[in-house]
C-alpha cells in the first residue's frame, strides 16, 4: 500500500537536549496509526515537526510525496491537526469558528454553510451554534475543536490526545467517527495515552522512547512478542499477612492488591505450587486463579520501563530484585 | 497568491470581530481621543491648530500598537496563533493579516481624532488625499511595530511595558509636541530613527498645502521602509519561534 507519511531520520535537539533521535516510520494511505509512549517521549515533538509547527533538526519526513521542509504550506491544505488543547476563539460563537477555519482552509464559499452545519450536526452541537466558544463545556470545546479539523475534508489527520476531556459516551462516538472516516480512505496519525483506544482504533502502533521507537508492530503481534511470559493473577480467602516475598521466587514483578497477588509467571507451574505452599502456610484458602495473556498495555509497560506505583513501591520491599 | 490573500482576509475579519469591535474596545476608540484633544484644550487653547497633526499621530500610534500587542500576545498564549500557523498559509500572511486589523483599529482611532480636531481645533487640511495617504501608512506601520513587540515577548505585560519603551519617546521627539527642527541637532538625528516623525513631518504638508516634493516622498519612502522592515523581522522572529 502507498505511504502516506514517509519519516527519514528525522531528529531534534532543543539545545543539547535530544528530543527525537533519527526516527525513520511510514504511514500507509487510509492507515489508523497510533503513536505511544511515555510523557518526555518525543511523541508530541514528532507530532509537531509533521504539522510543521516545529523546524527538524536533522533528517526529513513526506507528507503526500511532498518534504516538510519545503513545501509545508501545500501540504497543510490536505492536513487536519486537533491539537491537545481546546484553541478555538472564546469570542466567537460555534458557528463563526467554524466559518472562519472554512474560510481559512479555502473551502470554497458556496460550500461553507453546508459544510458546518453538517459538521455542527455530526458532532451534535447545532442547537449550540450561536453559543460563543469560550461558554461551551470542556467537552463541547473539544468536539468543536475536532470539527474545525476537518472543515476541508483533510486526507490526513493529526489527533493528539483526540478523546482527552471528552465524555465517555462523546469519546465512543469519536472512535466510531474515526473508524467512518478510515472507510473513506482518511489516513489517521494519532496519540494517545489511553492504550485501549490504541488498541481498538490502530491498525499499527509505534511506541517511543527517549526519544526512539522501540517497537513498531500491529497491537496483535505487539501483545504475542509479550506472550511467552503469561501474568498469574490469585485470590485468596484472605489478605496474605507478613507474606515472604523469597517464597515468591517463581513470580517476577510482584503486585498485591488485599487479598490478590499477580506477576509475571516465567514457570506457571512452580508459581501455582509456591501459591498453594503460601496458601496452607498462612490457613488461607485460593478462591481464583488465573492466567492472562498479555495485553497491550503489558507491552507497553514492558517496553517503556514505566511501572505502575504499585510495582515501584513492591520492588523496593523486595530491594530492588525483578 | 489568491489563497493568501483570501486566508489575510479572513484573519483580519476575524481579529476585528473578536478583538477589536468589542464595546469596551470601540468606547476606548472614541474616549481616547476625546480625553486627548480636551486636555490640550485645556491648557493651550491658541496653538491646537499646530498640535492637531500631532494629537492624529499619537491617536494612530497608540491605537495601532496598545491593541495589536494584546492580541497577538493573547494569542500565543492560548495557543490560538498555533492554530494559526496550522492552517495552510505563509507566517507572512498570517501576520500581514494581523497587522491589518491593528491599522483598521488604529485608522478608526485616528479618524475619529481627525474628526474632532476638524470639527474643534480648526485644522484644515488642504490635501485630503495626502493625508489619508500618510495615515494610511502611518497605522500600518506602528501596528507592524506593534506586531513584532508582540512576536518578542511571551506575556500581555511585557508587551504593554516594551510598547512604552517607544512610544512616550517618539511622542517627545518627533514633533507632536515641538517641531523636531526646534529641537538640539542631537535630538534632530534620533528622531529621524522613528516612523512618527516623518507622519507628523508629511501630515503637516497635507494640512499646509504646501510642500517639496523631495522631503515628501522621503517621509512616504521612509514610511514604507519603516513597515517593511518591521514586517521582515516579526516574520523571523516568528520563524525563529519554530526552531
Known amino acids: 500500500m502507498e505511504a502516506v507519511i514517509q519519516v527519514i531520520g528525522l531528529t531534534k535537539y532543543y539545545n543539547d537536549l535530544l528530543a527525537v533521535d533519527h526516527i525513520d516510520f511510514t504511514v500507509k494511505r487510509g492507515e489508523v496509526f497510533g503513536f505511544l509512549g511515555p510523557n518526555g517521549a518525543g511523541k508530541t515533538t514528532t507530532i509537531r515537526m509533521l504539522v510543521g509547527l516545529t523546524v527538524p533538526t536533522e533528517g526529513t519526513a513526506?507528507?503526500?510525496?511532498?518534504?516538510?521542509?519545503?513545501?509545508?504550506?501545500?501540504?497543510?491544505?490536505?492536513?487536519?491537526?486537533?491539537?491537545?488543547?481546546?484553541?478555538?476563539?472564546?469570542?466567537?460563537?460555534?458557528?463563526?469558528?467554524?466559518?472562519?477555519?472554512?474560510?481559512?482552509?479555502?473551502?470554497?464559499k458556496i460550500d461553507r454553510d453546508e459544510r458546518v452545519r453538517e459538521l455542527l450536526k455530526t458532532f451534535g452541537l447545532l442547537d449550540r451554534r450561536s453559543t460563543r466558544f469560550g461558554r461551551l463545556s470542556s467537552g463541547l470545546k473539544r468536539r468543536l475543536t475536532i470539527a474545525a479539523a476537518l472543515i476541508h475534508n483533510p486526507n490526513i489527520l493529526f489527533f493528539d490526545e483526540p478523546t482527552s476531556g471528552l465524555d465517555v459516551m462523546?469519546?465512543?462516538?469519536?472512535?466510531?467517527?474515526?473508524?467512518?472516516?478510515?472507510?473513506?480512505?482518511?489516513?489517521?496519525?494519532?496519540?494517545?495515552?489511553?492504550?485501549?483506544?490504541?488498541?481498538?482504533?490502530?491498525?499499527?502502533?509505534?511506541?517511543?522512547?527517549?526519544?526512539?521507537?522501540?517497537?513498531?508492530?500491529?497491537?496483535?503481534?505487539?501483545k504475542l512478542k509479550f506472550q511467552r511470559v503469561p501474568t498469574i493473577e490469585v485470590t485468596f480467602s484472605s489478605p496474605i499477612k507478613s507474606l515472604n516475598l523469597g517464597d515468591l521466587e517463581?513470580?517476577?514483578?510482584?503486585?498485591?492488591?488485599?487479598?490478590?497477588?499477580?506477576?509475571?509467571?516465567?514457570?506457571?507451574?512452580?508459581?501455582?505450587?509456591?501459591?498453594?505452599?503460601?496458601a496452607q502456610e498462612h490457613n488461607v484458602e485460593i478462591l481464583h486463579i488465573n492466567t492472562i495473556n498479555p495485553n497491550l498495555e503489558d507491552a507497553f509497560v514492558r517496553l517503556t520501563g514505566l511501572e505502575s506505583e504499585a510495582m515501584m513501591v513492591e520492588k523496593e520491599r523486595r530491594g530492588g530484585r525483578g | 497568491m489568491r489563497e493568501e490573500l483570501?486566508?489575510?482576509?479572513?484573519?483580519?475579519?476575524?481579529?476585528?470581530?473578536?478583538?477589536?469591535?468589542?464595546?469596551?474596545?470601540?468606547?476606548?476608540?472614541?474616549?481616547?481621543?476625546?480625553?486627548?484633544?480636551?486636555?490640550?484644550?485645556?491648557?493651550?487653547?491658541?496653538?491646537?491648530?499646530?498640535?492637531?497633526?500631532?494629537?492624529?499621530?499619537?491617536?494612530?500610534?497608540f491605537g495601532t500598537t496598545s491593541m495589536e500587542a494584546i492580541v497577538i500576545t493573547f494569542e500565543k498564549r492560548i495557543g490560538a496563533l498555533e492554530r494559526l500557523m496550522l492552517a495552510p498559509v505563509s507566517l507572512t500572511t498570517i501576520l500581514l493579516g494581523k497587522v491589518l486589523g491593528g491599522a483598521?483599529?488604529?485608522?478608526?482611532?485616528?479618524?475619529?481624532?481627525?474628526?474632532?480636531?476638524?470639527?474643534?481645533?480648526?485644522?484644515?487640511i488642504i490635501h485630503s488625499f495626502l493625508f489619508i495617504l500618510v495615515l494610511i501608512l502611518t497605522v500600518l506601520a506602528h501596528?507592524?511595530?506593534?506586531?513584532?513587540?508582540?512576536?518578542?515577548?511571551?506575556?500581555?505585560?511585557?508587551?504593554?511595558?516594551?510598547?512604552?519603551?517607544?512610544?512616550?519617546?517618539?511622542?517627545?521627539?518627533?514633533?507632536?509636541?515641538?517641531?523636531?527642527?526646534?529641537?538640539?541637532p542631537?535630538?534632530?538625528?534620533?528622531?529621524?530613527?522613528?516612523?512618527?516623525?516623518?507622519?507628523?513631518h508629511a501630515f503637516r504638508q497635507a494640512l499646509a498645502g504646501s510642500f517639496i516634493l523631495g522631503l515628501l516622498l522621503r517621509d512616504l519612502v521612509a514610511l514604507v521602509l519603516f513597515l517593511t522592515a518591521f514586517l521582515i523581522l516579526a516574520t523571523k522572529l516568528l520563524k525563529r519561534s519554530l526552531k
Open chain 2, 104 to 124: 483598521v483599529f488604529g485608522m478608526v482611532i485616528a479618524g475619529v481624532m481627525t474628526l474632532i480636531s476638524l470639527l474643534f481645533l480648526n485644522m484644515i
Open chain 1, 170 to 222: 462523546s469519546a465512543r462516538s469519536l472512535r466510531s467517527l474515526l473508524r467512518e472516516l478510515k472507510e473513506t480512505g482518511v489516513t489517521t496519525f494519532l496519540t494517545t495515552h489511553y492504550i485501549e483506544e490504541a488498541d481498538q482504533l490502530c491498525e499499527r502502533i509505534a511506541i517511543i522512547v527517549k526519544g526512539k521507537i522501540v517497537t513498531l508492530d500491529t497491537p496483535q503481534n505487539l
Open chain 2, 6 to 61: 483570501e486566508g489575510m482576509w479572513h484573519i483580519l475579519l476575524k481579529d476585528l470581530k473578536a478583538y477589536y469591535f468589542k464595546p469596551p474596545n470601540i468606547s476606548w476608540g472614541i474616549l481616547f481621543p476625546l480625553v486627548l484633544a480636551l486636555a490640550f484644550t485645556l491648557r493651550n487653547p491658541e496653538g491646537l491648530a499646530d498640535m492637531a497633526p500631532g494629537l492624529v499621530a499619537m491617536a494612530a500610534l
Open chain 2, 186 to 200: 542631537p535630538i534632530q538625528v534620533l528622531a529621524h530613527f522613528f516612523p512618527l516623525t516623518y507622519t507628523i
Open chain 1, 62 to 108: 513526506y507528507i503526500n510525496n511532498l518534504d516538510i521542509r519545503k513545501d509545508i504550506v501545500q501540504i497543510k491544505r490536505h492536513m487536519g491537526v486537533v491539537p491537545d488543547t481546546s484553541n478555538l476563539y472564546n469570542e466567537l460563537t460555534a458557528w463563526e469558528n467554524l466559518q472562519f477555519m472554512a474560510g481559512l482552509y479555502h473551502v470554497p
Open chain 2, 143 to 184: 501596528s507592524a511595530l506593534g506586531a513584532l513587540v508582540a512576536v518578542s515577548v511571551k506575556e500581555v505585560f511585557e508587551a504593554q511595558t516594551l510598547s512604552n519603551y517607544f512610544r512616550f519617546p517618539m511622542v517627545f521627539l518627533c514633533g507632536v509636541f515641538l517641531p523636531v527642527e526646534a529641537m538640539p
Open chain 1, 250 to 278: 517463581a513470580i517476577d514483578q510482584v503486585k498485591i492488591t488485599d487479598n490478590t497477588i499477580r506477576g509475571q509467571a516465567m514457570n506457571v507451574y512452580e508459581a501455582i505450587k509456591a501459591l498453594t505452599a503460601i
